[in-house]
Nanobody, 121 residues
Framework: QVQLVESGGGLVQAGDSLRLSCAAS????????MGWYRQAPGKERELVAN???????HYAESVKGRFTISRDIAKNTLYLQMNSLKPEDTAVYFC???????????????WGQGTQVTVSS
């Protein structure tokens, strides 16, 4: 199994910055891509950004130029630096790990428990 624990959420004002972290443990050698998703009240979960192991990051259009995803393979930690936050960024942010390197062992992604980000206007 893979365990994911997010941290760094909170209540900030519009224009502020936050940095989310996601610490992975367990079968981390199985993880290929990792990413951040978010879910606002009454809305579906959506991709914010993802990054493959050693590859180029991909961002949702709504966060391009404001958010930066990064990954420390040695520390098994994923980050999301969020700048110029807007009220519409308010959501629960979830860390995701794709265990594609162990596709015979795991047939589903792993998720963290989520961390709340609230941006006031």
């Amino acid at each position: 199994q893979v365990q994911l624990v997010e941290s760094g959420g909170g209540l900030v004002q519009a224009g502020d910055s936050l940095r989310l972290s996601c610490a992975a443990s367990g079968d981390t050698v199985c993880i290929s891509a990792m990413g951040w998703y978010r879910q606002a009240p009454g809305k579906e979960r959506e991709l914010v950004a993802n990054i493959p192991r050693g590859g180029r990051a991909h961002y949702a259009e709504s966060v391009k130029g404001r958010f930066t995803i990064s990954r420390d393979i040695a520390k098994n930690t994923l980050y999301l630096q969020m700048n110029s936050l807007k009220p519409e960024d308010t959501a629960v942010y979830f860390c995701n790990a794709d265990p594609a390197y162990c596709s015979r062992r795991y047939t589903h992604d792993f998720w963290g428990q989520g961390t709340q980000v609230t941006v006031s206007s």
